[in-house]
């Protein structure tokens, strides 16, 4: 974590020292040296957590007094994904900001520094500085091309609705402090552990999943993610798509393992897995239909981001350790998948850009490839296998129980219908069919060079290679829910924390098998994807029909400030009230 | 006592929670938020608070002896102050852009983002 922030600060602050060669050469440097080190701790913590004491405040007779970081593989791959993704997005925008100075790589690297302490933190406080972190990095990502309107809309609309979301967030903290006299998340499970749950400890909880939902745009606290995610540029939302939301969830689940985990058992553990997955249905169902009547590149992406984000919550919301560990795979192989997607849409913009919406077919290779990356990346998203996502999907549902076919079905909806709605619209812009409007102001702030350069390319293939990589590792399966088992272990990770060592062996899991009809399925998705993307092209009246069906939801989409804070609160007010019947 | 003093978290948040739904003005919304940023700060305060308690500096403590204050919940608020001022210089800061660019400070007039390039 130091390395991305000390960089940082070099770029920021040594701004005029340095050549342009010199702040590329630094930035890429430092997210590759991140990289590895990230990759080296997750190596380490294969076995048993790494737990690291800041200035050597060891805990004192089972009493924590310092502040801790807590590496487990879980964490360990967060990191490394993220900065892998920093790394794309810095290639990239070597090209696409000419002339930003020092500015934007620095808070790039800010971002991967923050997602690190995110990941790995042992404390809830500093996660919640970690959180505010991120998200104050990302307005100004979001906002970067300050002299224009939509990005300002959208970074003022993320500002406002994550602000509340932090200090919602920030009560809670305060509120499980008073409670339990501690801030390090291992002692405050084991001051809660055994315990009745009581009101308090609901609206605590209620609090902390409202914070950290509004961050994963989980509806209906999603409102503000398409608003941002289809006004940043291109390499901001690598960032933001394959980590930023993911964060959120990774948040709630770590504090969910390691605080309530010890605390709601029994029926009321029951209740609360019915409320998220209920949740996770309606946000993936929301996303998929909003994705599919949305006609700009980047706003689709930005559904289906939160319909990804409603997936991931079902297979949280299922509670168990293998369906935890699919999650933990198909978020990170649909990251670089979404990541290499952003960057090719952002690619095909600036062609649009250049040729004032002219088709794009017959216009040369290196078109063709970025229409190839945002084709291939949308077959992956539908779970073509070998991608990770197709792995990581069916451990998911493997893991689900009694659940699965229901799980199932989302699924398949959820990943025919978004795969669907990027192939439908790449199509129309490869036909030239839909009216693009040119902003000067972002052209002039991305004119440069040739018109596609390879070098805005490479990165887009690479993430989009890294996701098919990822599928293809052996044991992939294996790892990810041996991983997701040793993050679920309540009572090891307080061991190790508060005794330095682990109270026993971990459970040993095993990954379930690859079947041959599953394999079909996930094919069948594509398939099936493909099939329904030419079916929204085809039939008008199809569109018509959706269009007019969704007239209310589209308008509750407006980009209204407002609003979006109406609905947070009143998302807030309805899961306390459910969550407090929960505990009864 | 204490009742009508987690009113106060309750009520401050509140009120600036509608102040920021209902705001015509983003220099107005940006100063509600801050409202609602000084519940948090109270309710910290609160948590901290030991009854007849004093300040928890303790080269003072031989003159003094007796409870402090918990001084972790202090040095929170602080963080939480820093972090609200530069969440409020950010939104401040778009807030200029934003009169500079459409001249209004009128949230309602930026909805923009149904009209974007592919």
């Known amino acids: 974590m130091a390395v991305p922030l000390g960089a940082a600060a070099l770029l920021a602050g040594a701004e005029r020292y340095l050549g342009r060669i010199g702040r590329d050469i630094t930035a890429l440097a430092a997210a590759t040296a991140t990289a590895v080190l990230a990759a080296i701790a997750l190596n380490d913590s294969t076995h048993r957590p790494i737990v690291y004491w800041f200035g050597d405040w060891l805990p004192e007779r089972g009493t924590v007094i310092g502040v801790d970081y807590v590496v487990d593989p879980m964490g360990g791959g967060l990191a490394l994904l993220a900065a892998l993704l920093s790394f794309g997005a810095l290639v990239y925008s070597q090209r696409f900001f000419s002339g930003t100075g020092g500015r934007y790589p620095a808070l790039v690297l800010v971002f991967l520094g923050a997602s690190i302490d995110f990941a790995w933190t042992g404390d809830l406080f500093n996660l919640f500085v970690a959180f505010e972190l991120v998200a104050v990095v990302g307005f100004i990502l979001t906002g970067y091309y300050a002299s224009e309107e939509a990005p300002l809309q959208g970074a003022i609309n993320f500002a406002v609705t994550n602000t509340v979301g932090g200090l919602i967030l920030l009560m809670a903290v305060t509120i499980l402090y008073g409670r339990t006299g501690t801030l390090n998340l291992a002692q405050m499970g084991q001051q809660l552990a055994g315990h009745r749950p009581d009101g308090l400890v609901a609206v605590a909880l209620a609090m902390l999943g409202a914070g950290f939902l509004v961050k994963a745009a989980v509806v209906p606290w999603h409102f503000w993610l398409p608003d941002a995610y289809g006004t940043a540029p291109a390499p901001t939302c690598v960032m933001f798509a394959g980590v930023l939301s993911e964060l959120g969830l990774f948040g709630l689940a770590r504090v969910w393992e390691t605080v309530f985990s010890g605390v709601v058992t029994g029926p009321a553990e029951q209740h609360i897995r019915l409320v998220f997955g209920a949740l996770g249905i309606l946000t993936a169902l929301v996303g998929t239909v909003m994705a599919m009547v949305e006609s700009y590149g980047r706003r689709i992406?930005?559904?289906?981001?939160?319909?990804?984000?409603?997936?991931?919550?079902?297979?949280?919301?299922?509670?168990?350790?293998?369906?935890?560990?699919?999650?933990?795979?198909?978020?990170?192989?649909?990251?670089?998948?979404?990541?290499?997607?952003?960057?090719?849409?952002?690619?095909?913009?600036?062609?649009?850009?250049?040729?004032?919406?002219?088709?794009?077919?017959?216009?040369?290779?290196?078109?063709?490839?970025?229409?190839?990356?945002?084709?291939?990346?949308?077959?992956?998203?539908?779970?073509?296998?070998?991608?990770?996502?197709?792995?990581?999907?069916?451990?998911?549902?493997?893991?689900?129980?009694?659940?699965?076919?229901?799980?199932?079905?989302i699924f398949v909806i959820t990943s025919v219908g978004t795969g669907g709605a990027i192939l439908a619209s790449a199509a129309r812009v490869w036909r030239g069919d839909s009216s693009g409007e040119n902003s000067p102001a972002e052209e002039q702030a991305e004119s440069g060079g040739t018109p596609v350069a390879v070098l805005l390319l490479v990165p887009a293939v690479l993430l989009l290679a890294c996701g098919l990589a990822l599928g293809l590792l052996p044991d992939i399966a294996g790892r990810a829910v041996r991983a997701a088992a040793m993050f679920s272990d309540r009572r090891n990770y307080v061991a190790s924390v508060i005794d330095g060592r682990m109270a026993s062996a971990g459970p040993r899991l095993k990954a379930p098998g690859v079947s041959i009809t599953s394999l079909l399925g996930d094919g069948a998705e594509a398939v099936g994807a493909v099939a329904f993307a030419a079916l929204l092209l085809s039939a008008k009246r199809l569109q018509g029909a959706l269009g007019a069906a969704t007239v209310l939801l589209r308008k509750l989409h407006s980009g209204h400030v407002a609003d979006q804070v109406t609905w947070s609160l009143a998302g807030l007010a309805t899961l306390a009230g459910l969550l407090g019947v929960a505990f009864r | 006592m204490s009742i009508l003093a987690y009113s106060v978290v309750a009520w401050l948040f509140l009120i600036g929670m509608y102040g920021v739904v209902t705001s015509r003005n983003l220099i107005a919304m940006v100063i509600c938020l801050s409202v609602s940023q000084s519940a948090t700060d109270v309710l910290i305060l609160e948590i901290g608070y030991v009854h007849g308690g004093s300040a928890p500096v303790f080269v003072d403590l031989t003159r003094r002896p007796g409870p402090t204050v918990d001084a972790i919940m202090q040095a929170l608020s602080l963080t939480d102050v820093v972090l609200g001022a530069a969440v409020s210089a950010l939104l401040l800061a778009l807030a200029i852009q934003v009169e500079k660019r459409t001249g209004s400070l009128d949230p309602d007039d930026l909805r923009t983002t149904h009209r974007l390039p592919w």
């Open chain 1, 301 to 409: 992406l930005g559904f289906v981001v939160v319909a990804h984000m409603g997936l991931y919550l079902l297979g949280f919301a299922v509670l168990r350790t293998v369906s935890l560990g699919g999650v933990a795979l198909l978020a990170a192989g649909d990251g670089f998948t979404k990541a290499a997607l952003f960057l090719a849409v952002g690619v095909l913009r600036r062609r649009r850009n250049e040729t004032g919406g002219r088709p794009l077919r017959g216009s040369g290779g290196r078109v063709g490839v970025a229409v190839g990356v945002v084709a291939f990346g949308a077959l992956a998203l539908a779970d073509l296998p070998p991608f990770a996502s197709s792995v990581g999907k069916d451990i998911v549902v493997s893991g689900a129980g009694s659940a699965a076919a229901l799980i199932e079905v």
